[in-house]
């Protein structure tokens, strides 16, 4: 199907656990994000990807990992898992055609660390 | 720094209300500015953009002017509806490549 997918959609976890959210899209679009969506502070951008291979640190980047050996692929891991985390995490991408592109976002993935 | 600040909800109206989401910003340079809506369960999707000063972005009744003199993007609807119930968000791009900066989402809720 065409779009953006993340999966798993609910995760609990325990803390001190490493844990991966996959992100894949099908459009090659080459800018891909990762969002945490909390109560009272909207979105907030933890890594961010110009194209493969090329990533860098967001707003609130401590904690996680991200890499992108492929274009349609971007994996945010969480390396050791805390309560703080717990979070609902968005995926995005956007094709690279200026600052007015639409970005597309996936359904969210629910992460619980208990 | 580049930042967005929305009014605070929740926000309750009555069906075919007049409807009013405030959204300031703060960015150096000439961004682009956003609403996303957020339905329940659901990720987000854009609602309408404007791109330079004065535009005017719209789409399935909503507008939303951008005023660099106020650095204002305020979302309005002459008639909400039940189905507009969701969270809005208002955000801005400032540089290349697409990087959004969210305010932190007003949520409106529509009673019939």
């Known amino acids: 199907d065409a779009g953006i997918t993340q999966s798993p959609r609910y995760k609990i976890t325990e803390t001190g656990r490493q844990v991966t959210l996959m992100c894949h899209q099908t459009?090659?679009?080459?800018?891909m994000f990762w969002y945490r969506q909390d109560l009272g502070h909207g979105l907030r951008l933890i890594y961010y990807?110009?194209?493969?291979?090329?990533?860098d640190k967001g707003e609130v980047p401590d904690g996680y990992v991200v890499s992108r050996s492929k274009t349609e692929n971007f994996p945010l891991t969480l390396e050791s898992a805390t309560r703080s985390q717990t979070s609902v995490y968005f995926c995005a991408s956007s094709s690279k055609q200026g600052a007015s592109t639409e970005a597309f976002f996936g359904q969210g993935t629910r992460l619980t660390v208990v | 720094g580049n930042s967005v600040t929305q009014m605070e909800g929740p926000v309750t109206l009555s069906e075919e209300a007049f409807l009013t989401i405030n959204c300031t910003y703060t960015?150096?340079?000439?961004?682009?500015l956003f609403w996303y809506v957020q339905y329940p369960g659901e990720g987000l999707q854009l609602l309408l953009k404007a791109t330079k000063a004065d535009d005017k972005g719209s789409n399935k009744g909503f507008e939303a002017t951008y005023r660099k003199e106020t650095t204002s993007f305020h979302l309005e609807k002459g008639s909400v509806q039940v189905s507009d119930s969701a969270v809005y968000f208002c955000a801005l791009i400032y540089n290349q490549g697409g990087k959004l900066i969210f305010g932190q989402g007003t949520e409106l809720s529509v009673k019939p």
């Open positions: 960015a150096t340079g000439y961004p682009s």
């Open positions: 990807s110009a194209a493969a291979d090329i990533t």
């Open positions: 459009w090659s679009h080459s800018y």
